[in-house]
Nanobody, 118 residues
């Protein structure tokens, strides 16, 4: 059994910063890709950023230059540093990981709320 546990969400003013963390635990052989997605009310879940085991990254267009994803392979943890936050960044942020243990499976965290408001 694999669990992804997120932390770091909350309420922040426009222009502020937050750092999200997601730690994977359980029966993990290796983790290919870790990433963050977000879903605002009434909208689809979209990619925010993802990072491979060798450090290659991809970002959604709306967060490029403001958000930075990083990863600690030894701790099976992925981070999302969010700077210059805007009200439109308000959403539930979900951690995602593609994990190998016998086979590759895709896992999701429970989500953490990020609200950007004055």
């Amino acid at each position: 059994q694999v669990q992804l546990v997120e932390s770091g969400g909350g309420l922040v003013q426009p222009g502020g910063s937050l750092r999200l963390s997601c730690a994977a635990s359980g029966s993990i052989g290796s983790i290919l890709v870790m990433g963050w997605y977000r879903q605002a009310p009434g909208k689809q879940r979209d990619l925010v950023a993802r990072i491979t085991s060798d450090g290659s990254t991809n970002y959604g267009d709306s967060v490029k230059g403001r958000f930075t994803i990083s990863r600690d392979n030894g701790k099976n943890t992925v981070y999302l540093q969010m700077n210059s936050l805007k009200p439109e960044d308000t959403a539930v942020y979900y951690c995602n990981a593609n994990i190998f243990n016998v086979i590759f499976r895709n896992y999701w965290g429970q989500g953490t709320q990020v609200t950007v408001s004055s």
